[in-house]
């Protein structure tokens, strides 16, 4: 079965500090990966999405994400953190071969940047 | 940009009741979903629907859900009696294709609150 886990529950940064949010995946087939991020009182956007190519991916905001085969792993990085990216961050992935391309998401990691 | 859209935003309901939890997907999309997340939680898959039919549910998703798309528009959930460990926020997704490779657009949620 697959399933995702985040490392970190929690992470406090003071701004312009990097950021680095593991995620690991299990999964014996192709999958394709997504970073997503609530704001406080918002819905879950998509970040950033890996389906082929290269495996360093760029999304919105200034956020990457480097995809690992060899670790399962697609962690998510910002070189200088703002205020504004205090948010909740979830990696998710799907199974390529599943048509309905149900995702499964780690448990979130809460990202608090302080100004 | 269009939006996936949900009513209500909140939900109370008494142990038993039934509740039907609305979602109105983007307009072109033809896959729809349904995930929800427990407080302190990870976000889980509940069931994908495509074509007027369920294409796929977890096992979270018995006899006491179903899902129905009464026209055009519409995407509901439906809960027939609710029990406490309902309680959690539900998120309604949409996706224009069938397969892995499309992004999933995702409403703000209905928070479902059993007492």
């Known amino acids: 079965a697959q399933s995702v886990s985040q490392h970190n529950h929690h992470v406090i940064l003071s701004e312009a500090a990097s950021l680095e949010l593991g995620c690991n995946y299990s999964y014996g087939g192709t999958v394709n990966l997504f970073w997503y991020v609530q704001y406080p009182g918002q819905h879950l956007q998509l970040l950033l999405k890996?389906?082929?190519?290269?495996?360093l991916v760029k999304g919105i905001k200034g956020f990457e994400a480097e995809f690992i085969k060899s670790k399962f792993s697609f962690n998510l990085r910002k070189p200088s953190v703002q205020w504004s990216d205090t948010a909740e961050y979830f990696c998710?992935?799907?199974?390529?071969?599943?048509?309905?391309?149900?995702?499964?998401f780690g448990q979130g990691t809460e990202l608090s940047v302080k100004p | 940009e269009p939006e996936v859209t949900q009513t209500p935003s909140h939900q109370v309901t008494q142990m038993g009741q039934e509740v039907i939890l609305r979602c109105v997907p983007i307009s072109n999309h033809l896959y729809f979903y349904w995930y929800r997340q427990i407080l302190g939680q990870k976000v889980e898959f509940l069931v994908s629907?495509?074509?007027?039919?369920?294409?796929?549910k977890s096992e979270i998703f018995d006899d006491q859900f179903s899902v129905e798309r009464p026209d055009g528009s519409n995407f509901t959930l439906k809960i027939r009696s609710t029990k406490l460990e309902d309680s959690a926020m539900y998120f309604c997704a949409s996706k224009i294709m069938t397969g892995g490779y499309y992004e999933q657009y995702f409403g703000p949620g209905t928070r479902l609150t059993v007492t």
């Open positions: 629907f495509y074509n007027n039919e369920i294409s796929e």
């Open positions: 890996y389906f082929s190519g290269d495996p």
């Open positions: 998710a992935v799907n199974a390529r071969d599943n048509q309905g391309g149900k995702l499964i």
